[in-house]
């Protein structure tokens, strides 16, 4: 059963700041997607990683995954308020299913 | 274009009524998924759905909650007899069956069981 675990689970930090959140699978997986959560909304797509080594960047985000690791990282490069949000990893399961981590609650104070 | 179309935003009933949540998935999309999002238990995926068809049922925590899809462009997921437990949001997703996309989400509904 594949399992996704994310870390930490609640990040306060400081405008300006970098920071890394962690998103490990347990088996096997050949995507791995990024979500973002604003308070009561819905989840937004932010990134799609297909192979190990993949890198994709948004503005003051960078996403990674290592596969022979079974980890992706989620990187926040000075940060700002607005990327205050929840942040979802979710890995692919067999059929064309994902498999949530827990979420990572970002705060960035001013 | 738009998104994923959930039904409706809010619901608050009492226990042992009939819920009857509705989802329109994005036009085109193969696939429609059903999950439920707690602070507890995060967000399950209950059921999905691949041309219509029910493929992985799994995730649906009892005989009560049941979810059709009639058509490709609409989705019922029902929860008779409701109970407390059941609150949550319940949120419906879509997507393409091929291109490793994401999954789109609606805006969920927002379910409080009294």
């Known amino acids: 059963e594949l399992k996704v675990e994310q870390n930490p689970l609640f990040l306060s930090m400081q405008e300006g700041k970098n920071y890394t959140i962690y998103c490990n699978y347990s088996t096997t997986s050949d995507r791995l997607y990024w979500y973002r959560q604003d308070p009561g909304k819905s989840l937004e797509s932010l990134f799609v990683?297909?192979?190990?080594?993949a890198v994709k960047q948004e503005g003051r985000l960078m996403a990674s995954l290592d596969t022979k690791a079974r980890l992706s990282t989620l990187h926040i490069t000075a940060a700002v308020h607005d990327l205050s949000a929840t942040y979802f990893c979710?890995?692919?399961?067999?059929?064309?299913?994902?498999?949530f981590g827990g979420g990572t609650r970002l705060m960035v104070k001013p | 274009d738009a998104g994923v179309i959930q039904s409706p935003r809010h619901e608050v009933t009492e226990m042992g009524q009939e819920v009857t949540l509705r989802c329109k998935p994005i036009?085109?999309?193969?696939?429609l998924f059903w999950y439920r999002q707690t602070m507890m238990r995060g967000l399950e995926l209950l059921i999905y759905?691949?041309?219509?068809?029910?493929?992985?049922d799994s995730g649906m925590p009892e005989d009560r909650f049941s979810a059709k899809m009639p058509n490709a462009s609409f989705s019922t997921l029902k929860i008779q007899p409701s109970e407390p437990r059941d609150s949550a949001v319940y949120f419906c997703?879509?997507?393409?069956?091929?291109?490793?996309?994401?999954?789109?989400f609606g805006d969920g509904t927002r379910l409080s069981i009294l």
């Open positions: 990683l297909l192979s190990n080594g």
């Open positions: 979710a890995a692919h399961n067999a059929g064309n299913m994902l498999t």
């Open positions: 997703a879509s997507s393409l069956a091929t291109g490793f996309q994401p999954q789109h």
């Open positions: 036009s085109g999309h193969d696939y």
């Open positions: 759905f691949n041309n219509n068809v029910p493929i992985d």
